[in-house]
């Protein structure tokens, strides 16, 4: 087989070296010189040439491809970078050279397309963001403007106005206090407060918290039957009990009247918990599923505004439940249901 591989500066110098001593050694025997010095002289000038030539390639080439190397490490190079430089760069040959800056160059191709990644996403953000605040905001100044201009003096008309200006007012501040939690959370320096408690306990109080809610639309939550046996976790009670609010909070917004919430606790194995609330309300299509946890996602923008929505609820359990190092899923069928799930550990 052929050797595909460029030859080393050794054998390149010997390669040069071979064809001079063969060139003087045929022209020394045209001129009939006697055999020994012919040897003497094709041994002395294989040597000189070998030598020669891999000080000039080990000057100008290899200078060159340290260049490359220092300009693709960016950094001063470090004593160790010095000695691969010196010792063991010299070994390599072009293509080895070649491999490591091909694989430096996909290194950096990978870099570039996670940067213009995070960019576009920033941008979707800041327009989403931009959007969220504009409709409220906009709708107060509207209320306002009206009640100035006149509405004012119909005392029913600037009543209906003001609790429409007090809702938009409302939503602002969801919205700016789930931003405040999700960049919290992001910046990874909330702390965790992890404890043992019992999470049927915990779930019970969360539906005694929201029991207004679930009154309004006759909505029955209950704990699932055989799921009562209470299980002991290992988390942060307050965070879980953030993650189990905006979950039974979206069972009821996107529940149906007299619909059910139901919430079901299993032991999967000796270290963890899987969690679930499910309800029978309109559900999710499955288009909608991979991307529902994302912030500002919403399967349907105008209902969920309706209902006093952020669109970051989701976000913010996923980051929560995450930041414990558990995972957080959804099933869901259209006209039928959902069912949101995470684990949790048991110490
Ligand atoms: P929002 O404040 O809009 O409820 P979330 O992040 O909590 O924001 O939810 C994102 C979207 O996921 C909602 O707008 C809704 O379209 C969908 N969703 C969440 N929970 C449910 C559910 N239980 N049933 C149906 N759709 C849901």
Same mark, same amino acid.
Request: proline content about 2%.
């Given at each position: 087989?052929?050797?595909?591989?460029?030859?080393?500066?050794?054998?390149?110098?010997?390669?040069?070296?071979?064809?001079?001593?063969?060139? #003087?050694?045929?022209?020394?025997?045209?001129?009939?010189?006697?055999?020994?010095?012919?040897?003497?002289?094709?041994?002395?000038?294989?040597?000189?040439?070998?030598?020669?030539?891999?000080?000039?390639?080990?000057?100008?080439?290899?200078?060159?491809?340290?260049?490359?190397?220092?300009?693709?490490? &960016?950094?001063?190079?470090?004593?160790?970078?010095?000695?691969?430089?010196?010792?063991?760069?010299?070994?390599?040959?072009?293509?080895?050279?070649?491999?490591?800056?091909?694989?430096?160059? %996909? &290194?950096?191709?990978?870099?570039?397309?996670?940067?213009?990644?995070?960019?576009?996403?920033?941008?979707?953000?800041?327009?989403?963001?931009?959007?969220?605040?504009?409709?409220?905001?906009?709708?107060?100044?509207?209320?306002?403007?009206?009640?100035?201009?006149?509405?004012?003096?119909? *005392?029913?008309?600037?009543?209906?106005?003001?609790?429409?200006?007090?809702?938009?007012?409302?939503?602002?501040?969801?919205?700016?206090? %789930?931003?405040?939690?999700?960049?919290?959370?992001?910046?990874?320096?909330?702390?965790?407060?992890?404890?043992?408690?019992?999470?049927? %306990?915990?779930?019970?109080? #969360?539906?005694?918290?929201?029991?207004?809610?679930?009154?309004?639309?006759?909505?029955?939550?209950?704990?699932?039957?055989?799921?009562?046996?209470?299980?002991?976790?290992?988390?942060?009670?307050?965070?879980?009990?953030?993650?189990?609010?905006?979950?039974?909070?979206?069972?009821?917004?996107?529940?149906?009247? %007299?619909?059910?919430?139901?919430?079901?606790?299993?032991?999967?194995?000796?270290?963890?918990?899987?969690?679930?609330?499910?309800?029978?309300?309109?559900?999710?299509?499955?288009?909608?599923? *991979?991307?529902?946890?994302?912030?500002?996602?919403?399967?349907?923008?105008?209902?969920?505004?309706?209902?006093?929505?952020?669109?970051?609820?989701?976000?913010?359990?996923?980051?929560?439940?995450?930041?414990?190092?558990?995972?957080?899923? #959804?099933?869901?069928?259209?006209?039928?249901?959902?069912?949101?799930?995470?684990?949790?550990?048991?110490?």
């Amino acid at each position: 087989m052929f050797e595909t591989k460029s030859p080393s500066t050794n054998r390149i110098s010997f390669y040069i070296g071979t064809v001079v001593a063969i060139a #003087v050694t045929i022209l020394l025997i045209f001129l009939s010189v006697n055999k020994a010095l012919i040897t003497v002289a094709s041994i002395s000038i294989l040597l000189l040439t070998y030598f020669f030539s891999r000080y000039i390639i080990n000057e100008f080439i290899n200078r060159k491809i340290k260049l490359i190397y220092k300009f693709i490490y &960016q950094t001063k190079a470090s004593k160790r970078e010095e000695f691969y430089q010196n010792k063991v760069l010299p070994q390599k040959n072009l293509d080895e050279v070649g491999e490591e800056v091909l694989q430096w160059a %996909d &290194q950096r191709k990978a870099e570039m397309e996670m940067l213009e990644k995070n960019e576009a996403f920033r941008k979707e953000f800041l327009q989403n963001l931009s959007h969220e605040f504009k409709t409220p905001a906009f709708a107060i100044q509207g209320y306002l403007e009206t009640l100035i201009s006149g509405a004012m003096d119909n *005392p029913e008309v600037s009543k209906k106005f003001l609790i429409n200006a007090y809702h938009n007012t409302e939503r602002l501040i969801n919205l700016i206090s %789930d931003l405040d939690e999700i960049t919290r959370l992001e910046s990874g320096k909330q702390q965790m407060h992890l404890q043992h408690f019992i999470i049927q %306990d915990l779930v019970t109080e #969360v539906f005694d918290a929201l029991m207004i809610k679930t009154e309004s639309k006759n909505i029955q939550c209950r704990i699932k039957k055989g799921c009562e046996q209470p299980i002991t976790v290992y988390a942060d009670k307050e965070k879980i009990r953030q993650v189990i609010t905006n979950l039974v909070d979206n069972a009821i917004k996107y529940g149906n009247q %007299d619909g059910h919430v139901e919430a079901s606790i299993y032991k999967t194995d000796n270290q963890s918990v899987l969690f679930e609330i499910s309800d029978d309300g309109i559900g999710i299509a499955e288009e909608h599923l *991979p991307r529902i946890f994302e912030r500002f996602y919403r399967t349907d923008y105008g209902r969920s505004r309706n209902i006093g929505g952020t669109g970051l609820g989701l976000a913010i359990c996923k980051h929560i439940i995450e930041a414990h190092g558990q995972i957080i899923h #959804v099933r869901s069928t259209p006209g039928i249901g959902t069912t949101f799930g995470f684990t949790l550990s048991r110490n």
